[in-house]
């Protein structure tokens, strides 16, 4: 019993696949907007490579883009196939391909699963990544005279003001470490000194941030020395002031950013997913029709079309016999061979107990 | 003697409508990029009017957006024409008019030539717009109590750090206005004081400026205060120092990006006008075609398009014998009024 049979007319055969080939058409465009979607999230992911340790979430965009090409070149060869199926010359030397492309349709769906998937699973890697990314890029800022670090006070200064967050988790990550250069520090003041006393490793720390946590929307000018001190600036209060600086964290900011990304092209993923599974399934109904029409002595008349010839359990049971069917061939050589051997051994063991009772006797 | 006279067989007035419909329809998609362009710029000037003091004119943008909408019209009916000249029976319909149409198109063409030099010419007055704005806005950076002017200073800030730019012409035009609140100064201290009591206004100037000046490619962490005492820093000198803050100033930042979009929407507006020039002159030639056919019951007949009926100066000398006649028509029909009055 076959699998959701339908029958087609002549005209219904025409028409599908008249469909099927806007259809192919219209998956192909899918496809490039998969691969142009990829591109667009690798360039997103590269502008901030500097504040990422690894680079494990460059999968999703890289499984994209290759998905993306791959749907392209599938269904372009789907819309060949349904020019040439309804002329009965060319369509036959389609039919080996076609197993082929159902199997590449297949795993393209399910590689656009797993990225969805992906997706939100590397959540967690994104942020570890972050985290160490940000915390070197702090811990750098000040070397604007080393070759190969000479440029992280700018991305850092331009990522917090564009993603409107301070430090690390939040502001005080400045506190801990030195960002003010030691070539512009006077090291005969006093007030230099002491600080650097301050603490085991001889760093000038201090509690202040760097221009760029500065928040526009402040009513007051920018606050960004001596934050903790309420008594060095006049109507300050250190607990209750809110609006000074960026309260967010960068690793929060750009996370939300790469999250909300990904998240907002979940819904065109899945669409894609669903055009291609009714390429393929329509693939399938096309060949089944026309391969009955051919057989049949009146090309025009009606054949019947399904997606699989027998039930899915016979089906299934089939493929077994088949498979089991390629392994014992394999396995029926070495097993000959062996038998073979077995009988020489017989023959030689025979011939030795031949010999041997004679001298007993 | 005409002018540019074609010859045309059947074949060749088929061809030229069927071209002339695709150009119109070219054009109409240029008669939508221009009301864009409009838009564009209108929302642009919409978006930074705090700084130009709402003050600034919107003649130009609503001026490309009335041209879009006219060129979409105009265009699409001459496609229309176009598409029915090959059916004598609909073209028939369309006949009367197309000489009007023609004219309409011409004037409409000369129109948008004039719209691409305004497009370089708006440059002067946008200029004097931002220079007054921008000194106003600096003047209210501070007053972040006082509702309508609350936002001035985040959108200073902004605008700051996205144009790359501090004060008006430059970052000492904030040495010259108080840009700190007074809610935020302590006048029983003795520097405050003596800030107040060293100029006539009684404000509290000082050498600094805002952090939105500060450039991020600066390898010191910037310097915003004290910034002409090269003691109150190490290592400083406030001649040689470049990097520290934006060197350009507000005002010519917004004025060359504003002026880059006005060329540019200039040289787009030139471009369409060249099409719609091309498209009524093919207009033209279908029209003539088909009015001189030799034998006007056969379609099939050779006839000959031209650009003018005659020559330029003969035309030129008719439209003025036209104007005339119908100056001296007017007077004429006082006179004979005047006569029959004193007759009577």
Not at chain 1, 255 to 269: A, E, I, K, Q, W
Not at chain 1, 311 to 323: C, P, Q, S
Not at chain 2, 83 to 109: E, I, Q, R
């Amino acid at each position: 019993m076959a699998l959701l049979k339908m029958k087609f007319s002549q005209q219904r055969r025409v028409r599908l696949a008249q469909g099927l080939w806007l259809l192919s058409w219209l998956a192909v465009m899918c496809g490039a907007f998969i691969f142009s979607l990829g591109v667009y999230l690798k360039i997103e992911l590269l502008r901030r490579d500097e504040v990422m340790d690894n680079t494990e979430i460059h999968v999703v965009p890289n499984l994209l883009m290759m998905v993306g090409l791959a749907s392209i070149g599938a269904n372009w060869v789907a819309s060949r196939v349904c020019q040439d199926s309804l002329d009965a010359s060319r369509f036959p030397r389609w039919n080996v391909l076609l197993l082929a492309w159902y199997a590449v349709a297949a795993l393209l769906c399910c590689l656009l699963l797993a990225v969805v998937v992906l997706s939100y699973a590397l959540q967690g890697r994104l942020e570890e990544s972050l985290k160490v990314g940000l915390r070197n890029g702090i811990r750098f800022y000040k070397d604007t005279d080393i070759p190969g670090r000479c440029f992280q006070k700018e991305t850092i200064d331009h990522l917090q003001m564009e993603f409107r967050c301070c430090g690390n988790n939040n502001f005080k990550d400045w506190f801990e470490i030195q960002w003010v250069s030691n070539r512009y520090l006077d090291f005969t003041s006093q007030e230099v000194k002491d600080r650097i006393r301050s603490n085991v490793d001889g760093r000038y720390l201090l509690d202040g941030v760097p221009f760029s946590c500065c928040n526009p929307a402040s009513p007051r000018p920018c606050l960004q020395n001596h934050l903790t001190d309420s008594r060095a600036h006049y109507n300050y209060e250190y607990q209750s002031e809110e609006l000074n600086l960026y309260s967010r964290g960068c690793r929060q900011a750009l996370t939300d950013y790469y999250m909300g990304l990904m998240n907002s092209t979940g819904p065109g993923v899945l669409s894609v997913i669903l055009i291609q599974l009714s390429v393929l399934l329509s693939m399938r109904y096309l060949q089944t029709a026309v391969e009955g029409a051919m057989a049949l002595e009146a090309p025009e008349g009606e054949s019947e079309g399904y997606i699989l010839e027998k039930g899915v359990k016979e089906t299934y049971a089939d493929i077994k016999a088949k498979v089991l069917d390629l392994l014992k061939f394999a396995q029926v050589d070495p097993a000959s061979e062996a038998t073979g051997a077995g009988e020489g051994e017989k023959a030689a063991e025979a011939s030795e107990k031949a010999a041997t009772p004679p001298p007993a006797s | 003697m005409a002018l540019m006279v074609v010859k045309f067989d059947l074949k060749k007035r088929v061809k030229l409508a069927q071209t002339v419909w695709f150009m119109y329809w070219f054009a109409v998609l240029a008669g939508i990029l221009v009301l864009s362009l409009g838009l564009f710029f209108k929302i642009e000037l919409r978006k930074r009017s705090e700084l130009m003091d709402n003050n600034e004119s919107h003649f130009l943008p609503n001026l490309l957006i009335a041209m879009g909408l006219i060129a979409c019209a105009t265009n699409a009916f001459g496609g229309k024409v176009c598409y029915d000249s090959l059916d004598p029976t609909k073209f028939a319909k369309w006949k009367p008019m197309l000489k009007t149409f023609l004219v309409l198109c011409v004037g409409f063409n000369a129109l948008l030539v004039i719209t691409a030099l305004l497009c370089f010419v708006m440059r002067i007055p946008l200029q004097f717009t931002l220079a007054e704005g921008l000194k106003n806005g600096m003047k209210y950076y501070k007053d972040t109590d006082t509702p309508g002017r609350c936002y001035m200073k985040r959108t200073l800030d902004l605008m700051q750090i996205e144009f790359r730019c501090c004060g008006n012409d430059n970052y000492r035009d904030w040495f010259e206005i108080q840009w700190v609140s007074n809610r935020y100064l302590d006048f029983s201290a003795k520097e405050v004081k003596d800030r107040i009591g060293s100029n006539v206004d009684g404000q509290y100037l000082m050498d600094g400026v805002p952090f939105s000046c500060c450039n991020p490619s600066s390898p010191r962490p910037c310097i915003q205060y004290q910034m002409t005492n090269n003691s109150a820093h190490y290592s400083y000198d406030h001649y040689t120092e470049e990097l520290n803050v934006w060197r350009r100033g507000c005002r010519d930042a917004l004025l060359s990006y504003y002026g880059g979009i006005m060329n540019t929407i200039g040289a787009l507006v030139l471009l369409v006008t060249m099409l719609e020039v091309s498209v009524t002159v093919g207009l033209q030639y279908v029209d003539t075609s088909l009015s001189t056919l030799a034998n006007p019951e056969d379609m099939e007949s050779e006839s000959e398009g031209f650009l003018l009926e005659k020559t330029v100066k003969e035309t030129y000398t008719d439209i003025m014998a036209k104007m005339k006649a119908m100056g001296k028509g007017a007077k004429v029909e006082e006179g004979g009024e005047g006569g029959v009055a004193t007759v009577s």
